[in-house]
């Protein structure tokens, strides 16, 4: 086996493609990130990109890092950890943390712990979920649509609300992530007939080759239990199918119960955990 660095995106996307590929809906959020990466360069300074290479060439675990953010894993054997851990830490690279699928995290988060001596917790315990056939659940009063410029200010509240109830960590404010969804016409909304725009789900930024995810899911506390989350992922799910994909992914917080059933209702199928870790 051979332990192998990258330099740029581009070539690192085409090494990796094969492997990312045989699993498209667990390797999912790799894929979406070097696809972006295709079409920003830019996006991220100091990139850690590595593979770990078989006797015949094949490239058959991967790992990335796009700082401020965690390190991201395929699944990866004890081997590819090591070589990751002995080498951040040979050219002093800090890795605040990281996040794959199914044990992957917790291996290598045990090897950063013996090897560097830090300490980790858990910090996000999630599901990745695939879906190639919308279930349609009974549907509220209202209508889904895109959302346009006028909605800025009231979706913008929405997404300070989401990342607080979520938790999840971004360099990028509520505010500018909802501007950027809106102008790329990647945010959606379910407007009520008598109470405006109630929910809403965007598609996310750099999709795969045959899937994209759905994120950005909230509704406003008093319009839940109403069937307007179900209903906008069910209808942007059918956008994405119709939009030549073969399948739609999303990440669910297994401690949301709620999300995780309506999904399942929807037609979404569970595919492997993916836990996020942080080190001390």
């Not at 086996?1 to 809906?25: G, H, I, T, W």
């Not at 360069?41 to 675990?61: D, F, H, R, T």
């Not at 879906?131 to 509220?140: A, D, E, F, Q």
């Not at 407007?191 to 750099?206: L, P």
Request: with cysteine.
């Amino acid at each position: 086996m051979q332990f192998r660095r990258y330099s740029d995106s581009k070539s690192f996307y085409k090494a990796v493609l094969p492997l990312l590929l045989q699993n498209e809906a667990e390797n999912n959020l790799m894929l979406s990130i070097l696809i972006s990466l295709l079409k920003k360069p830019n996006s991220y300074q100091n990139l850690y990109l590595a593979a770990l290479v078989n006797s015949q060439g094949e490239i058959i675990q991967a790992a990335m890092m796009t700082p401020p953010h965690n390190l991201l894993l395929t699944q990866t054997s004890e081997d590819f950890i090591s070589h990751i851990i002995l080498n951040a830490l040979e050219e002093s690279i800090p890795i605040p943390g990281v996040l794959g699928p199914n044990t992957s995290g917790l291996e290598f988060s045990v090897f950063m712990r013996s090897k560097a001596g830090k300490n980790f917790h858990l910090e996000r315990a999630q599901r990745t979920f695939k879906l190639t056939k919308v279930n349609w659940p009974s549907i509220p009063e209202g209508h889904f649509r895109q959302a346009i410029e006028k909605d800025r200010d009231l979706l913008i509240q929405f997404g300070e609300r989401f990342m607080i109830e979520t938790g999840i960590p971004s360099h990028l404010t509520a505010q500018q992530q909802v501007e950027h969804l809106i102008d790329s016409g990647l945010l959606y909304v379910w407007e009520s007939e008598s109470g405006g725009i109630v929910s809403m789900a965007a598609k996310v930024y750099g999709d795969t080759p045959n899937g994209q995810r759905i994120s950005w899911v909230y509704t406003a506390p008093k319009s839940r239990g109403k069937g307007y989350a179900s209903s906008v992922v069910a209808f942007l799910s059918q956008n994405i199918l119709e939009s030549n994909k073969k399948f739609c992914f999303l990440f669910t917080d297994l401690k949301n119960p709620t999300s995780n059933k309506i999904y399942q209702l929807i037609g979404y199928k569970s595919i492997c955990d993916f836990n996020q870790y942080h080190f001390d």
